[in-house]
């Protein structure tokens, strides 16, 4: 049966389920809009800034969102919301499959198949954008996950917006299949790496969600 994975207590904000890992983004850019919002009757300048302080803290609302999610049934899934940016065969035998985020995509990344997390390695890097080719040497978290397929990679790679990346769970814990295991702020990308044999079941150009969209074919 799918079932949805829920994770460490996370931030929240009206009744709306946002990522662990928001606060320090959203909560000024929500009481500036409420503090203009409060003032504009009596203020100009507050009436000027009420508006765009409204739309910013709209669009981080959406942006934070973290909706819960029945996870597909399958050996990989998806480990984040985006677009099928590259479907790469690596000289180990192992294929790559990278996925870009937009700004407009959820950013909470999950685990692709149950399993240990022996590996949690910050790389310092840049921030060029995700779809850039020169974004291999952007700033990244690389995981490495204990499963039943062997040991899968997977790297969160930050954007040209993108400034952090929030790891949820540290290495030696054990993770469900579709557990939140981690966030980037804003546009950016994953890639996962499938072990040699394990054949592919998306393409290029094709929309993916994160713990629902199956990565493999049987």
Same mark, same amino acid.
């Given at each position: ?10 931030? /929240? $904000?009206?009744?709306? *389920?946002?990522?662990?890992? =928001?606060?320090?983004?959203?909560? %000024?850019?929500? @009481?500036? &809009? #409420?503090? /203009? $919002?409060?003032?504009? *009757?009596?203020?100009?300048? =507050?009436?000027?800034?009420?508006? %765009?302080?409204? @739309?910013? &803290? #709209?669009?981080? $609302?959406?942006?934070? *969102? ?153």
């Amino acid at each position: 049966m799918p079932h949805s994975q829920t994770s460490a207590p996370r931030d /929240s $904000l009206a009744g709306v *389920r946002l990522a662990r890992g =928001a606060s320090p983004w959203l909560l %000024p850019t929500v @009481a500036t &809009a #409420a503090v /203009s $919002l409060l003032r504009a *009757r009596r203020s100009g300048a =507050a009436k000027a800034v009420a508006a %765009p302080a409204t @739309a910013l &803290a #709209a669009g981080m $609302l959406w942006f934070f *969102r973290d909706p819960e999610r029945e996870i597909t049934r399958g050996r990989v899934i998806s480990p984040a919301d985006g677009v099928v940016q590259s479907i790469m065969p690596w000289k180990d035998g192992r294929t790559r499959v990278a996925i870009f985020m937009s700004p407009l995509n959820v950013h909470v990344n999950r685990a692709p198949l149950s399993g240990t997390v022996t590996s949690v390695e910050h790389v310092p890097g840049g921030f060029v954008p995700a779809f850039n080719k020169e974004s291999e040497n952007n700033e990244r978290v690389v995981w490495h996950f204990d499963t039943e397929l062997g040991d899968i990679e997977m790297i969160q790679i930050a954007g040209a917006v993108a400034r952090r990346i929030v790891p949820y769970v540290p290495q030696g814990t054990k993770v469900e299949q579709g557990e939140r295991v981690g966030l980037i702020r804003f546009g950016s990308r994953v890639d996962l790496y499938l072990p040699e044999g394990v054949e592919v079941d998306v393409e290029v150009g094709q929309k993916t969600v994160a713990g629902v969209t199956r990565i493999d074919r049987d």
